[in-house]
């Protein structure tokens, strides 16, 4: 006791003297379990305060509805979308999920067109005369053909028609292949044109483009669209109502004039014979005699048509500004607005199978339904 | 006694020996700061809220000139009545309205535009060319045929998302504001523009009108004139509203302007005949944020009153003493007014942020008015005179109230370690503020005492919670101190600290939630906001980036180079998540070209020569405001989905990988200007400073800590409260959703400058009673809580209960330094209670267990 009790005397009066240096020693191993507690405590805050990981977010991508998509193709399950800073997307289904192609050289011109010539072959084209091709439909493109200096747009493809694949755009250019889209040739229209016959001069003061109202522009103008006739016919549609006719595999061309003074965008050819031209300002037209005469078809909108597609059991759909879908069972002759309109001009569309189409156009790639329960 | 003591000692001697000449000087110094705060003017402004030297900002500055971030202004009448907006109904309140909105002082004249203004017009592609014309007919009447007319050349002109809702419920006007008004030639006037706005808004909402007469003569005016009409109740807010009023005067040809204010007016309301429930009016735009910011900041006012009630009343409940509660409230509001005094003198005003620190100086100046005069009290109950009481009360708290205020100066001062002026200036003003309380309270204070005589009531109460028995409650806290139950405390805190240091990763910096940051997400402006965006094109956050092309020969547009690389980067940046939408020369340009290619949208492209691209050239005219003259810079307007700090950071670091990917030679992409571009450089400029800010203020605490108590233990027992309380204030920051950001991320440093006190008060008695009069730990923790934690308890609660009353503000991120700082008040002094007894019990453990034996000792002996 006594000793004890002196020790503390004695420490008490040490601690009063000089308390923080001699109460150190033993403070420190008293107080472990603070020390702990400090310890993690400061743990904590290191922790807390250390850089915070970012969520994560997904990685950039080109989404399918934000771009412009100027065109489809679709062999079997395959749907491949070609547009704007030269984008190929591709699925295996309308519903995606859709992915970029991988393009051995990347040159950001606009694609315009896009199609399967052969088994998994298919072939892109676009602005500065850009020409790609693809050998497994559509996963890796080769470039075939590039102009960058002054190189005119490609606007349309088509073929192959008697194994010859076409492309063609501004300014009456004209292309075509032999063997599939590995070699091109650029060949120029030869146009007979009417003795006698003046062709319609129309005004074109406002239009920059315009070359002037001379009879013999039809060569200079630009080509939107061809297809095939059953008799083997070739038909090309262009601007300011160009219908060019040819029936020797487009070694020469005659025009069909007066029928339209605006611009054609599209043709296609139906299953009965029957072709329908399509352009500006929701005119329509078609011909029963392989293209030598046309006839108005009614359209119950005045909204420019850029594309379409025909369902093997006859039925037409035509697609354009305003998200126009033009449906006609009647062979062309008359049409029903099928989409409720919204800004997103439309350029192309697939039908699907289960009704309904995937359309494409200034709002990228949407799956849309008839409206009215309409099924196409 | 030590050499501080005695100087200490010596200044007692000096301040109330010469107290009458002293109290002269304090007063005449009072009146004349008084007189000073009397021309404190409201100073809010734009570039006060920015990090003016972060890289992003230089870039915004550059080119303020070119693309001014155009103040404007959107009025949306939205129809909720059946089918859309082309009825006649409707149409005539869009007309109605579009010519009010024309009639806004400062508006710009030639920007008004709606379907009804003759600039906006559409484009038919025809066969033959364009087609241009107004949307509605010159003579418009709203004949049936003439709303199908309206309804087609709407959708012709492309004014859908624009200036028509793209669901067609909904139609707007929009508007420019000029910085002056052309016609009077003065600076406008964004108070009388938003008032006008609510009129426009009210015409439509409101049930009742109300009219406006004269209650007196007042030449030209006469008794019960009829002098304004309108739709907004100004309610109890009349008397600060003037009106306008054009009235002839004799002698004067056409009428004259007079100003006419609300007190001398009466009102009468009838019912409002334009009244309409289908119609709901949505206004957004700088001026009218402004309105709802300036009446948002009315609100404070109220708050203060309101803090400054509950305060009176916890003061008397714990003092019982009418004069002490006067007194301490008196020297509180002191040195609020004395800065408020002092911020003329130097250049600053009161800003919607900083007009929190005279609360905050309001609050920690009751805080240690309240120790002082607790100290005061307990002399006179003692028995000692006034004089006595307030010469010993300021000899035993000078050192550590002054080291309480210095630490909280500290605390206030490094803030300022955040690149922005309006924290710097909230930093030196509540620095200041502080700092001017070292005089008020531990100078003026005890001259007032010694004046003081306390009243019976306060002194029975005074009695009572000094002597007998301590209060149990101190018992209860007094047992942290014991090492075994300082283990449940620090398990408690463990697990506390755990969970909520997992939850503070979820901290983020800058905003959360939508709408404009300054109000609530639920305020009308947000609502209006978002109707709009979600209706329209139109985003309301949009972050640009501005391209520089400057050595390009002619126009910098027409190099395929400079605009493909643009076009590139807007159709990347429309892949980035978090991006709504992206426009440009680029996508314009195109735009441009398909136009004169028919529409056709497969021309939609860039042409690689200068010729082909110049068909675009309507797209490069400087006055759409996308580029400048030549193009020698462009801006592409990234609209992004929100502006949430964790997207702003994932868009920016997008943009930045862009660049460094796609360098192109003679073309520069620079960050950031729009709102999201501020709001990302102030991110980045508040995340940059968090941890520094962090360590700087402990750093300089623990330095301040140790020179006071020459004791790492005392630093360790004061500090890991604080630092606890630190994370848990994080994890209450991202329960509550509230980011870092310049508003508070100052309340950190404010609420850890404050906080402070607490563990210095308590730990300088406890080393007192343990140093000087040997007594165990605990013994001398419960002292210490007698003497200082009791009072320190009550100021803890009255300071965040006065804080809180922030959280009804309108002001959103007055609601969020509320809810963090009346949380950090509260929780740091419950940590300094608890915590620093529990650290303290097994640090001294040892000798407690002396001191036990060592009084047996003497028993036995």
Known sequence: MNDTGSTFVHKQREASTAPAAKAAGSVWSNGWPSLLMAAVVIGAVVYSFSPRPAPNFAPTQIYPDRILVNALAQQGSRILAVGEQGDILLANSADGPWRSATKKTVRGSTLTQAAFVGDGIAIAVGHDGWILRSTDAGETWTEVSFNDEGGDPLLGLAGPYNGTVYAFGAFGLMMSSTDLGQTWQRTTLNINLPQKEAVEAVPTDDDPFATGGMADDHGDRHLNAMTQAKDGTLVLVGERGLILRSTDAGQSWTPVDDVYAGSFFGIEALPSGTLVVYGMRGHVFRSEDQGLSWTQSTDPLATSLFGGAVIPDGTLVLVGASNTVLVSKDDGRTFTQSAADNRNGLTDLLPLPEGGWLTAGEGGLKIQRAIGGERS | ?861
């Open chain 2, 1 to 861: 006694m030590t050499r501080t003591e005695q100087v200490v000692e010596r200044f007692a001697d000096f301040l109330i020996g010469r107290r009458r000449i002293l109290a002269v000087v304090f007063a005449l110094i009072t009146t004349a700061l008084g007189v000073s705060a009397t021309r404190v003017q409201l100073d809010p402004g734009f570039l006060k809220l920015i990090p003016i030297e972060h890289p992003y900002m230089k870039t915004m500055m550059e080119y303020m000139q070119d693309f001014s971030g155009a103040n404007t202004i959107l009025v949306n009448l939205r129809w909720k009545g059946e089918g859309d907006i082309y009825n006649k109904e409707f149409m005539e309140a869009l007309r109605e309205t579009t010519d009010e909105v024309f009639f806004i002082p400062g508006i710009n004249r030639t920007r008004v535009s709606s379907i009804f203004t003759p600039d906006v017009y559409y484009i038919e592609i025809t066969e033959y060319g364009f087609n241009g014309e107004p949307v509605v007919p010159a003579r418009y009447s709203g004949t049936p045929e003439q709303m199908d007319t309206v309804r087609k050349n709407v959708g012709l002109s492309g004014q859908i998302g624009q200036l028509v809702a793209n669901d067609l419920k909904g139609a707007m006007i929009r508007a420019d504001l000029h910085e002056y008004d052309p016609v009077a030639g003065v600076k406008v006037d964004y108070w009388a523009v938003q008032s006008k706005l609510e009129e426009i808004r009210q015409r439509f909402e409101s049930q009742h009108k109300y009219i406006y007469r004269m209650k007196e003569d007042r030449p030209p005016f006469k008794k019960g004139e009829t002098v304004y009409e309108g739709y907004v109740d100004y309610g109890n807010m009349l008397r600060m509203q003037t009106f306008n009023v054009l009235h002839e005067q004799e002698g004067v040809e056409g009428k004259q302007p007079f100003a006419v204010s609300g007190s001398e007016l009466s009102v009468e309301s009838v019912d409002n005949t334009s009244y309409n429930p289908n119609i709901e009016v949505n206004v957004i735009g700088f001026a009218r944020l402004l309105g709802d910011v300036i009446k948002g900041l009315l609100g404070v006012f109220i708050f203060f009153g309101v803090a400054f009630l509950i305060t009176v009343v916890l003061l008397f409940w714990y003092t019982r003493s009418v004069k002490v509660t006067l007194t301490a409230l008196v020297v509180a509001m002191l040195p609020v007014l004395w800065l408020i005094g002092v911020l003329p003198m130097i250049g600053y005003g009161i800003d919607p942020m900083s007009i929190l620190v005279p609360f905050l100086i309001f609050s920690i100046g009751v805080s240690h008015a309240v120790q002082m005069t607790s100290a005061w009290r307990i002399e006179v109950m003692e028995g000692a005179n006034s004089v006595q009481a307030a010469h010993a009360s300021f000899c035993k708290l000078f050192i550590p109230g002054a080291a309480g205020l210095l630490t909280e100066a500290l605390g206030f001062g490094v803030i300022m370690l955040i690149d922005i002026p309006i924290v710097h200036e909230l930093g030196i003003t509540a620095s200041l503020g502080v700092l001017l309380m070292i005089i008020t309270n531990k100078m003026i204070l005890p001259i007032i005492m010694t004046y003081l005589t306390l009243e019976e009531a306060g002194l029975n109460r005074a009695r009572a919670q000094r002597t007998g028995d301590r209060h149990p409650m101190i018992r209860i806290i007094g047992a942290c101190a014991e090492p075994r139950n300082a283990v449940i405390v620090f398990v408690v805190g463990l697990i506390m600290l755990g969970v909520t240091t997992w939850k503070s990763r979820d901290l983020v910096i800058g905003d959360s939630g939508q709408g404009v940051p300054e109000l609530r997400e639920n305020s009308r402006y947000n609502q209006d906001s978002r109707m709009i965006a979600s209706s329209y094109d139109i985003g309301v956050d949009v972050l640009t980036v501005i391209v520089e092309a400057k050595d390009f020969q002619g126009d910098s547009c027409l190099h395929y180079d400079v605009t493909n690389t643009v076009d590139r980067f807007e159709s990347y940046m429309r892949g980035v998540e978090g991006v709504q939408s992206a426009i440009s020369v680029g996508s314009v340009g195109k735009l441009v070209i398909s136009a004169f290619n028919e529409g056709n949208p497969r021309w939609r492209a860039l042409p690689r020569s200068e010729v082909g691209l110049s068909t675009g050239s309507k797209a490069f005219d400087p006055k759409l405001g996308l580029n400048t003259e030549s193009c020698r810079a462009i801006q592409v307007l990234i609209f992004t989905k929100n502006h949430e700090g964790e997207t702003v950071a994932h868009i920016v670091s997008e943009i930045k990988r862009f660049i460094a990917e796609n360098p192109v030679e003679g073309v520069n992409l620079r960050l950031a200007s729009g709102n999201v571009g501020v709001m990302a450089a102030t991110n980045e400029a508040v995340g940059e400073a968090e941890v520094k800010m962090l360590l700087a203020i402990f750093g300089s605490l623990i330095l301040f800590c140790y020179a006071t108590f020459r004791s790492w233990v005392g630093v360790i027992c004061v500090m890991v409260p604080l630092i606890m309380v630190t994370v848990f204030c994080n994890a209450l920051m991202a329960t509550f959703g509230i980011g870092l950001k310049v508003a508070t991320l100052p309340v950190i440093a404010l609420g850890v400058g404050v906080g402070v006190d607490y563990g210095l008060y308590l730990f300088e008695r406890i080393q007192h009673h343990m140093d000087i009069e040997g007594t165990d730990f605990r013994e001398a923790f419960e002292r210490a809580m007698v003497e200082r934690g009791s009072a320190a308890v009550f100021t803890a609660i009255t300071m965040s209960v006065g804080v809180a009353t922030w959280m009804f503000s309108a002001l959103k991120f007055q609601a969020d330094m509320g809810v963090m700082l009346s949380f950090m008040f509260l929780v740091n002094m419950l940590a300094a209670i608890c915590m620093l007894p529990a650290l303290g019990a097994w640090f001294y453990r040892k000798r407690a267990v002396a001191t036990a034996v060592r009084a047996s000792y003497q028993l036995d002996g």
